[in-house]
């Protein structure tokens, strides 16, 4: 037993839960909000990471199979539309989804829980407090040639959907001054990780002094001497999103666990512990000056407008 | 060129006990002759060979090829292999098998930056030599034994050694081309002014191949000697016994006089005519089963006449091979095919006093 | 008897066409499909999209680059260390064991991770000893370029370059060498004009098989080729599918066609190159010892580059892993950092449950993999070398073309496979996967094995009236031994720390470590990802070394 397969067993007891439930997720470190949910509900929750990059496919090709293992799916909103599209999400009104602000629910079952802000992150040991960039276009400084680290901008959807959101937010007052932003970072040659994941251990170390990079890892990393620089412009993310599988082979537990995870104590863990950006109102993550800073969602990027804008990306940055 | 060992020695650590390869060995090997190392397994000969070729060091002693000294543990002197301008034929021949038959034995003389053209010339000879015409080209994967055997030997003497030296190249060899090879190797070798040292284990080759051959038992040389005199007139039991088959029976000397000595065995006294052993003295009487001769029981006895009882007669072609029980000892002899005769017999047969061979025990 | 020997090579042919066969034609299906994740609609457009596309000519000159260099600096060094080991008199041989087995016990992932912390520009630790010793004002070295790529790769290649040229170079006829010594030639024209080219298939044997595992390697391009933007096939196939939320798979499974293609022409390249070498490597008739070479003068200086070899391929990297996993966050090395030292990131990995449940699947697999692989191994080996059939033929061809299987790309043709089985999600579909990509690490070292076993011993027992099994039990198994532990272990070193098929084939419950090692690399947590590293090569050195003590007690005394 001890090697069997998870997710195999399926017990119909009608009414009662289920004493499992499987979640696919792109969000890390969310492992408190597990162990409070395990040991609150008695139901078991097991988590897969699984990249953005892999999420559609994996769960595409397990569904068609007639294979899916999820219960529950969390990912960027855009990933989920595309999921919903194939018809893999079940149309779940959430009582405690529908309590919060209008633009985040109405997507047919999928709610949006938090914003995946980006910001730019600095080792607060090496760079001096006069240094550190007031607007996103004082990273294009000479001074920060060889010291800056960011996803790759050819292939990662979110710091590619990122650029496109500082654009259409009109943040640098017009499309030239955005070109000369992305010329200038390419210009100081940034060194390129696959994702957003290995962006702070440069920084941390110093091997790097500044990243397009996450405020979460303030919290997830500390006592890493990081900090976020209090930029002028608002910060920008992709949605965070929830749903339920519409073939969930335990649908009940399935509800439990996206009830917990929409509730005020879940939300209020993720930015306590996690250092997420939440959408309920007033919960705020324990890092300073977030709660004044003013965060925005971007537009989803189709899957088309992704590669297309990599492709863009990709020769800007091959230039430098 | 003469070969001079002294006082090599050379000792093998294994499993805690000291193996004497080389123990003290002293010898001449005489310049432009075939001198032959015989002994069984182990009983140093190779390593004495390889020593001589710079393979192996010893541990102590000097070893001077011509007039240069090549090893030397007092002097200090050690000549590389490469240094030492010899020829040498391996018991697996060694042909390198990335090459054709003309770089293989062209190597030898591309090594001494000698001209294409005169290596060339010189292949071409060597090959003549020992009769592959024509076989340059071919892949040294594709010789048989025989040919390999030969473009070993061709690539040893192409650079004109003056001292060529023979691991044992017979023994890959079947049966009969070993015998043809032999003769051929002797008259190639006796053809030319060169010295050959010669290792093997083969009592026949040694004695059909070479002008000398040294005896070796135990990292010692025991006797050195031309083919008939080691075949005849071994010195020591050990040496007679290995060099062909042989009746040993212990003996004591009674008499001696300038004619020869008479010696006293469980079988009866014999008649012999060596006269280096002083009255009493142990020796062991050495019988070779092709010297007895059988006396009919009407004739005259001849001197050393034994009579005994036919145990067995097996019929191996050229002769019977036979076993006599003359008291209570057995005695090997060859009768010819044509005797007629059957086990339990009564039989008479007798020793020429000069095939009577005294040796020491 | 031959009866029941055909129809055992007819059953395993049947089963590594299933197991070899099969992803690669789902594989086929699927470049050729048009649906993005499904099979179905044929079309060229992936091909069309992929070869037509003229940036993918700039990353195959790049990978060229990358693949041969390392697959030259990996047979290189494994030539030198071997030549060292087997003919020269260098102290201290048993640290080429070391040198040999152990870079094949640490995930490449770790490995290419503590490169860069060592020799990364900014503040590798090497690098700033460097600047302070010489007084320099830039880093000496930059490890992420192509350079710092051929390094790491070919280091991380250097076992599999070792095992093939060492034996070759041990059971070499020294007679060969010493006729070149007597015709006048001295060591290093000895080496240069016979020993060299009378390896040179086994050199060449173990170059191929190098190139091939640099084109699937994909660990040192994305942690040292991404960030200075080089892009070799393996990174440009990862672009591809994670570029975009919908992965084009079927780009991609056409990308990896190329490798494919390329991979299985050089394997048979290998192929015929290690048959011929039969016919060149004659083992000495005679007891000797192989002569060796007295290095007199360049003995301790080889040795001492022997032991700087052994501190930066191993003992570097180990120490390096040991203090990320001991610091908080990562840092430089300095007073600081050793005063912050905590076992934090340890406790954290021990006390995970997932982490805990990723090892047992880890040892399952790689205990019982590696069993159930020698012995499919033993039989097909048996039949390959033995059964003298065109049948038997068949079988070693397919013996053989999952070595060129580069992981990133056979992974895909799994999944696409196992999905359309009960064994998806099962912890059975990656013991099976495993199996079917490595046969080939355990077969080969069998192969030899029974290359060695002559004919006459086994047919003196089948004279004797033993069964087949009989056969097999008393005369071919106890000869194998060394064989089948050189197998297992390769094996089960590899499934230990197998990644490619792990990450796409892993599900809840089925985690395996280097998974494990993959999410907290992806997620940046290098002190879990350390402690996790250590805790792994720990487990493979005791299963390294238990096997080994296992296999000499079944060895006949007299060894």
């Not at chain 2, 301008?85 to 391996?90: A, D, H, I, P, Y």
């Not at chain 3, 010594?181 to 060299?196: C, D, E, F, M, P």
């Not at chain 3, 805790?535 to 096997?547: D, E, H, K, Q, R």
Request: contains cysteine; charged residues 20%.
């Amino acid at each position: 037993m001890l090697f069997a397969a998870g997710g195999q067993e399926v017990k119909s007891e009608s009414k009662t839960l289920e004493d499992k439930v499987t979640m696919y997720a792109s969000i890390t470190g969310i492992e408190p909000v597990i162990e409070t949910f395990n040991s609150e509900s008695g139901i078991t929750a097991e988590v897969t990471r699984l990249s953005t990059a892999n999420f559609v496919s994996t769960v595409l090709t397990e569904f068609a199979a007639g294979k899916l293992q999820a219960d529950v799916l969390q990912a960027p909103l855009p990933v989920l539309e595309i999921l919903k599209d194939q018809g893999v999400i079940k149309d779940y009104v959430s009582p405690i989804g529908e309590t919060y602000p209008e633009w985040t629910r109405n997507n047919g079952g999928i709610y949006q829980f938090g914003i995946e802000y980006v910001a730019l992150i600095y080792n607060t040991e090496l760079v001096k407090a006069e240094d550190v960039p007031k607007r996103y276009e004082d990273i294009c400084d000479p001074k920060w040639k060889g010291k800056i680290v960011m996803a790759n901008p050819a292939s990662h959807a979110t710091t590619i959907s990122w650029l496109v959101g500082l654009k259409e937010n009109n943040v640098f007052g017009s499309e030239e001054n955005w070109y000369a932003f992305l010329e200038g970072l390419a210009a100081n040659s940034p060194m390129f990780v696959k994702s957003f994941g290995p962006t702070p251990a440069p920084i941390e170390s110093g091997e790097m002094l500044i990243g397009i990079s996450m405020p979460k890892y303030i919290i997830t990393k500390a006592p890493a001497p990081l900090g976020w620089a209090h930029v002028e412009q608002p910060l920008f993310g992709s949605p965070r999103a929830i749903a339920i599988t519409a073939d969930s082979p335990h649908p009940n537990a399935a509800e439990a666990f996206m009830e917990f995870w929409l509730s005020d104590k879940t939300t209020g863990i993720l930015s306590e512990q996690v250092g997420e950006y939440v959408l309920t109102p007033g919960v705020y993550p324990p890092i300073e000056g977030i709660k004044d800073a003013d965060v925005r969602p971007i537009r989803d990027l189709s899957d088309e407008e992704i590669i297309s804008w990599g492709a863009k990306f990709e020769k800007i940055f091959a230039a430098k | 060129m003469e070969i001079r060992i002294t006082g090599l020695k050379k000792y093998y650590k294994s499993e805690g006990n000291i193996i004497k390869a080389l123990d003290d060995v002293n010898l001449v090997i005489p310049s432009n002759r075939i001198f032959t190392l015989l002994g069984p397994s182990g009983c140093g000969k190779t390593t004495l060979l390889r020593s001589i070729v710079g393979l192996e060091t010893p541990d102590e002693g000097e070893i001077q090829i011509g007039d240069t000294v090549v090893w030397s543990s007092k002097k200090k002197i050690f000549v590389p292999t490469e240094k030492r301008s010899l020829g040498m034929v391996f018991q697996t021949y060694a042909i390198w098998p990335h090459m054709n038959v003309f770089n293989n034995i062209a190597y030898p003389l591309q090594n001494q930056k000698i001209p294409r053209a005169e290596i060339e010339q010189r292949v071409r000879k060597v090959l003549e030599f020992v009769q592959l015409e024509g076989f340059e080209k071919r892949p040294a994967t594709r010789l048989s034994g025989g040919q390999q055997q030969r473009v070993a030997l061709a690539r040893a003497l192409v650079a004109k050694p003056k001292v060529i030296l023979f691991d044992e190249p017979l023994s890959n060899l079947d049966a009969k081309l070993r015998e043809e090879t032999r003769k051929e190797l002797r008259s190639f070798l006796t053809e030319l002014e060169i010295t050959a040292v010669y290792v093997t284990h083969d009592r026949v080759e040694a004695l059909a191949l070479s002008d000398n051959i040294g005896v070796m038992r135990n990292g010692r040389i025991v006797e050195i000697g031309d083919p008939k005199k080691i075949y005849f007139h071994a010195e020591h039991q050990f040496v007679a016994d290995f060099i062909g088959r042989s009746n040993l029976i212990p003996a004591v000397v009674e008499k001696k006089d300038a004619n020869g000595s008479i010696v006293r065995t469980d079988i009866g006294q014999f008649v012999c005519s060596q006269t280096d052993f002083d009255p009493q003295s142990k020796v062991v009487v050495c019988i070779r089963p092709e010297f007895v001769e059988l006396v009919s029981a009407d004739e005259p006895k001849p001197v050393n006449t034994v009579s005994g009882i036919v145990e067995s007669m097996v019929f191996v072609g050229e002769v019977y091979e036979s076993e006599i029980k003359v008291e209570n000892t057995q005695v090997m002899v060859k009768f010819p095919a044509t005797v007629d005769l059957s086990p339990g017999d009564p039989v008479q047969f007798s020793v020429r006093p000069e095939h009577c061979l005294l040796v020491t025990e | 008897m031959i009866k029941s020997q055909t129809r055992l090579t007819w059953v395993l042919i049947a089963i590594l066409a299933l197991l070899s066969l099969s992803p690669v034609i789902m594989l086929l299906i699927g470049s050729f499909s048009k649906g993005l994740v499904q099979i179905g609609d044929f079309t060229l457009d992936k091909y069309k999209a992929v070869y037509g596309d003229v940036s993918f000519y700039g990353v195959l000159g790049d990978t060229c680059v990358f693949v041969l260099c390392s697959a030259l600096f990996s047979t290189v060094l494994a030539l030198f260390l071997a030549y060292l080991n087997n003919r020269t008199d260098i102290p201290g041989k048993f640290l080429f064991k070391v040198i040999s087995v152990v870079p094949m016990m640490i995930p490449h992932v770790l490995f290419a991770v503590s490169w860069g912390l060592l020799l990364n520009p900014s503040n590798g630790i090497l690098n700033l000893i460097f600047k302070d010793v010489f007084r320099m004002s830039h880093s000496p070295m930059n490890i992420y370029s192509i350079g710092g790529m051929i390094l790491v790769e070919g280091r991380l290649d250097l076992p599999i370059a070792y095992l093939i040229i060492s034996p070759a170079m041990a059971s070499f006829d020294v007679s060969l060498e010493e006729s070149s010594r007597v015709s006048g030639a001295g060591n290093i024209k000895t080496l240069l004009r016979i020993t060299l080219p009378l390896l040179r298939p086994a050199i060449l044997a173990a170059l191929i098989l190098c190139i091939v595992r640099c084109l699937a390697s994909f660990a040192v391009p994305s942690v040292l080729g991404m960030p200075a933007n080089i892009t070799v096939l393996a990174t440009y196939i990862y672009k591809i599918t994670t570029t975009g939320l919908i992965p084009d798979y079927g780009k991609a499974a056409a990308t990896g066609m190329c490798i494919l293609v390329l991979s299985i022409s050089l394997i048979y390249v290998y192929r015929y190159l290690t048959r011929s070498s039969e016919k060149f490597i004659t083992v000495s008739s005679r007891g000797f010892k192989p002569v060796v070479v007295k290095l007199k003068g360049a003995r301790i200086p080889l040795f001492i580059i022997l032991l700087i070899l052994l501190f930066v391929l191993i003992i570097l990297p180990v120490l390096v892993l040991l203090y990320t996993s001991l610091v908080p966050y990562s840092m430089v090395p300095s007073a600081k950092a050793f005063s912050m030292m905590n076992l934090n990131h340890w406790k954290s990995v021990f006390t995970d449950s997932i982490s805990l449940v990723s090892l047992k699947n880890s040892l399952f697999l790689s205990l019982v993999g590696a069993t159930l692989g020698t012995i499919l191994s033993v039989f097909v080996s048996y039949v390959i070398v033995k059964v003298k059939t065109r049948s038997a033929g068949v079988l070693e061809s397919l013996s053989f073309l999952s070595f060129s299987f580069p992981g990133i790309v056979i992974a895909i043709g799994f999944m696409w496979l196992f999905v359309r089985t009960p064994l998806y999600a099962t912890i059975w579909a990656l013991l099976i996967g495993y199996i079917a990509t490595y046969l080939p690490y355990g077969i080969r070292p069998m192969t030899s094995a029974f290359i060695q076993i002559h004919s006459h011993l086994e047919e003196s027992s089948k004279v004797c009236g033993a069964s087949f099994l009989t056969t097999v039990k008393r005369i071919i198994v106890p000869l194998l031994v060394s064989g089948i532990v050189s197998g297992w272990v390769l094996m089960a070193t590899m499934f230990f720390r197998e990644l490619s098929l792990s990450v796409v084939l892993s599900r809840p419950g089925t985690e395996t470590l280097a998974v494990m090692i993959l999410k907290f690399s992806d997620d940046g947590l290098w002190g879990k990802l350390s402690a996790l590293g250590i805790i792994m090569i720990a487990i493979s050195t005791l299963m390294v070394v238990s096997a080994n003590l296992i296999g000499n007690r079944f060895k006949p005394a007299s060894d």
